[in-house]
Nanobody, 121 residues
Framework: QVQLVESGGGLVQAGGSLRLSCAAS????????MGWYRQAPGKQRELVAR???????NYADPVKGRFTISRDNAKNTVYLQMNSLKPEDTAVYYC???????????????WGKGTQVTVSS
């Protein structure tokens, strides 16, 4: 019913930039929150940046000042602009969204399949 599709990952040198996109599609009534998490090899998945249900933005400390989250509500899309990338930013980046569907009118948390970001030193 609902799909989250990420794009924009890739290989970049340290100090470079990438912009990730995540588009939600399906029988969506509304989207309450959207955000980005990442998981590096051998590590737990961690928050990168997110819009909360109240519309506030949270950033993880390691990315503050370098990453910017934004959204286009008309397109059901969330973006992550990543600047001044570091090798430690290397991870699979996952989009997540709290979505109410038309079919059930209940909220559920959805995840994308992830996009690889690799930062070389």
């Amino acid at each position: 019913q609902v799909q989250l599709v990420e794009s924009g990952g890739g290989l970049v040198q340290a100090g470079g930039s990438l912009r990730l996109s995540c588009a939600a599609s399906g029988t969506i009534f509304n989207i309450n929150a959207m955000g980005w998490y990442r998981q590096a090899p051998g590590k737990q998945r961690e928050l990168v940046a997110r819009y909360t249900r109240s519309g506030n933005i949270n950033y993880a400390d390691p990315v503050k000042g370098r990453f910017t989250i934004s959204r286009d509500n008309a397109k059901n899309t969330v973006y992550l602009q990543m600047n001044s990338l570091k090798p430690e930013d290397t991870a699979v980046y996952y989009c997540t969204a709290d979505i109410r569907t038309i079919a059930t009118m209940t909220n559920n948390l959805y995840w994308g399949k992830g996009t690889q970001v690799t930062v070389s030193s």
